[in-house]
């Protein structure tokens, strides 16, 4: 018999360090850039509700488009995170990924996967396309240097 409470402490667990080691391998990079991390925990530590796990963030030092001053504006990635044997995102949630992008104008959105003792391997959602399954939504990036500049 299944014991339920279990699988859903181990799964919880999973979820914690999925997070934890996706902040790991971007702070290695990021600690080059400017760029800041925000993650969303719910009240007692755990996943938050909500498509997007994590943001990275950081001012866009371009001249301002609108009007203001250069500074004004932030650059957005919006970062989901799968741990163990999760799937990837199903068709509705890349339409609900996509919908927040567009809402934010994100720059990218980041699909990171962790596996107990590998690192964090970094998938980039594509613009637009055709796809026949939601998988094929996602290219893989080489390095994160595509995406934090």
Do not use: N
């Amino acid at each position: 018999m299944t014991d339920w409470a279990a699988a859903q402490q181990a799964a919880a667990k999973t979820a914690r360090w999925s997070v934890t080691m996706t902040k790991v391998r971007i702070r290695r990079f990021l600690s080059r850039t400017k760029w800041q991390l925000v993650t969303f925990t719910g009240p007692a530590g755990g996943e938050s509700v909500g498509i997007v796990d994590m943001v990275a963030i950081r001012r866009d030092h371009r001249p301002a488009e609108l009007p203001g001053k250069r500074g004004d504006l932030f650059e957005i990635v919006l970062i989901q995170v799968k741990g163990g044997g999760a799937a990837f995102p199903t068709s509705d949630e890349v339409h609900r990924l996509r919908r927040v992008a567009r809402k934010y104008h994100a720059k990218a959105v980041l699909l990171a996967q962790w596996k107990r003792g590998r690192q964090a391997e970094f998938y980039r959602l594509r613009k637009r396309g055709p796809a026949a399954k939601a998988k094929d939504c996602w290219e893989a990036l080489e390095s994160l240097a595509e995406v934090f500049r």
